[in-house]
């Protein structure tokens, strides 16, 4: 079939609408289009292996695979379009660009002590392809040969055609049965000039013919349904893929937040190494002062002591502002929802605070939104020209294993934010990773600016919690 | 005059006692728990009461609740809360049902004993006594506010010290001014934020205060 065939099959259906079947049909008609394209990325898939391990020929590799996961993330988009389930990317991230170059060859070859594989020991021999770009390619084409998600995608590329022509065989049925309804009264000649010795009669002919007509439009969606569901079951990331997904972002979030945490601490320790130890240190000397000034000269003992109340009051002072970053007091007096609305008295725009919120979330995630409620607000006053914000807690998907805090923090400011690299917002998202949290950003040029935060209230652990 | 005294930690509950016995004040119970204080409260009856915010049992905000709940049976009971921090949230609360006789100081003020003590006099007396880093808060969250930046900043400080319950005469020592000199100065201040003139100094705070916190019917 054309192009222009299919085509004029995609756009058919439309125009009939409430034809559930024919709509099916269409579809089923159009995915030949892309089945084709599959089957070419399958075939240069194909040439590419051979060439790869039969030539060394490694430089095909890594543009075949490219274009196969170019064709299938096609399809995951499609799928999820028609079916509503978003179908994942299953496969395993590319090592970054500027991974340590000598780094990574003595763990692969020297510390593990086994024969580097097949294709390493071909470029290892031939010394003019060892440069950092040769290797970074070969890096990518390691990963590429040992991503499972690769070998699913080219079975699903070469199968595609079978599957295309399943779901096509229904249109196929109702052309064939209506050709044969017409040709009769177009020709002339009896019905079974064209399919045979039968049937002979149009008595006959006729109801056979509407039944397969009827019989393509009931068995088309169902048609299409199986295609779908083959597809996306060699498309999804399997339960494997989804496990080493899953390590692989705990891995990340965990580093992120033992950096973090690291970084807290040193921070700490720097502020009180240069804040209240040094106030403490000036107290002592003015009490050693004020020891041998108070007998021969009161009056200066007295300056002294009113020195040392001093640095006292602003090592207060300094610890308090510490005791904040690390944990603030209101969120241990009041809990989650009037530490909040705390932070919007404080803040210099108006800001209203509505919550849903029945139970106290467990203590780290409390803190974990409080500080990320804080900063989007601050930003908000910062960056926005806001004048008002609307903070609002709830829980979603109550009493299911998906409950989630959900925090939203709207203002009315000229909108236009974005999560740049390095900012506030990147800095709360990465954050919130560590819970399994997110952050959605909507901020059209004109405002309203609308963020949305959501942790899940379960998390990777066996502590079962109430949000 | 009666004092009732609520703070969990030994030292700071017997420095204030002694530092309060000192000038004249009769400590009716100086008690270390939120069901304690609610209960001298209710038997003492005294002239003042001096709560630390966070107490036992719960370790939360208990003294500040239990101060609440206290004034709510009984309107207008002066409760002066100390606490390690400033939150402006509890400051409105304590500020909300519009009577006086209500404080919210940290307690870093008690180093200043003079202070201090002006502050549990004017709580006791009716009046008001805010933390200057409650005004702070307060004015740094109306930075946006036309009004208030049209002051002088002679008038600022005046509207600072306004706030946290001063007297004329106090604020007149403070500034090194005569009193003739403040009293123009918040003539001026009242008539900028566009609030009615009050000689009278209790209701003259609340008004401020109300204004700073946007509660004001506006």
Known sequence: MTENGERREKRGPRRWPGERGLRAMGRGAAELHEAADAALAAVMAAAAMVLTFGLGMVFTWPPAVERLRRVADAERRRLGERTGVPVERPYAPLPPAGEAEDGDR?????????????????CVTSGRLHGPRYRAMERKLQRYIT????????????????????????????CYAVFGLLLPALTGQPPHSWTGSWPTSPLEAVPTGLAVIGLGLATAPAALRVRDEVSAFLLRPTARDRLSLRVRQLAETRSDAVDAQAAELRRIERDLHDGVQARLIAVGLNLGAIEQLVEDDPAAARAVAAQARESSERALAELRGLVRGIHPPVLAERGLVDAVRAVAVDSPLETEVSSELTGEPPAALRSAVYFAVSELLTNAARHSDARRAWIDLHSVERGTPREALRVT?????????????????RGVERRLATFDGVLALSSPAGGPTLLTLEIPCALSSPRTSSC | MRVVLAEDLFLLREGL???????????????????????????????????????PPTQTDEGLQVSLEARRERPGLPVLVLSQHIVQLYARELLADGRG???????????????????????????????????????????????????????QEVLELMAEGRSNAAISRELVLSEGAVSKYTTSIFAKLDLAPSEDDNRRVRAVLAYLSGTRDR
């Open chain 1, 106 to 122: 003595p763990a692969d070859e020297v510390g593990s002590g086994q024969r580097p594989p097949a294709h390493r020991r071909g």
């Open chain 1, 147 to 174: 991503d499972p998600a690769t070998w699913r995608d080219f079975v699903w590329a070469a199968v595609s055609p079978v599957l295309a022509v399943v779901a096509a065989v229904p249109l196929a049925a109702v």
């Open chain 1, 409 to 425: 923090v709207t203002d009315d400011g000229q909108g236009g934010a974005h999560l740049t690299e390095g900012g506030g917002l």
């Open chain 2, 17 to 55: 006692t002694r530092l309060l016995e000192a000038h004249g004040f009769e400590i009716a119970a100086a008690v270390a728990s939120g069901p304690e204080l609610a209960r001298a409260l209710r038997e003492e009856r005294p002239d003042v009461a001096v709560v630390d915010v966070r107490l």
């Open chain 2, 101 to 155: 006789g209500v404080g919210y100081l940290l307690k870093d003020r008690v180093f200043n004993s003079g202070q201090f003590l002006d502050a549990v006099r004017r709580v006791a007396g009716g009046g008001t006594a805010m933390d200057p880093e409650v005004i702070a808060k307060l004015l740094a969250s109306n930075a946006r506010d036309a009004p208030l930046a049209r002051l002088t900043p002679r008038e």
